[in-house]
């Protein structure tokens, strides 16, 4: 996934000076587990970190949960419905990717 930021270049009045943004930019991604990949005029970071299987799972099955929750929920509340509130949880393994 990319992301593109920007923030107001030098001749802006609230901007800060080129080498402080650029400190504070790098500092700020460094601490949250990027590195830099591509310096130049452009500075390209890339996460440190794998995708954890069993961390997709462990957010599907409390997400299953979340939403078999409400689907009971919404059974008492709505009974003209009745129990199809519980096919929401099929949705629940997009949680995990």
């Known amino acids: 996934m990319r992301k ?7 001749a802006a009045e609230d901007s800060k000076g080129l080498d402080t943004l650029a400190r504070e930019v790098t500092t700020f991604f460094i601490r949250n587990n990027y590195s ?5 005029e452009v500075l390209t970071f ?6 954890s299987r069993g961390q997709a799972f462990f957010l599907s099955f409390c997400t299953f949960l ?5 689907a009971l929920v919404l059974s008492i509340t709505a009974p003209a ?9 099929l949705i629940s393994p997009l949680a995990g990717e």
């Open 4 to 10: 593109q930021y920007s923030f107001p270049g030098p």
């Open 66 to 70: 979340g939403l078999g929750s409400l």
């Open 36 to 40: 830099i990949a591509a310096a130049g």
């Open 46 to 51: 890339e996460g440190n970190i794998q995708p």
């Open 81 to 89: 419905v009745g129990d199809n509130w519980y096919w929401g949880t």
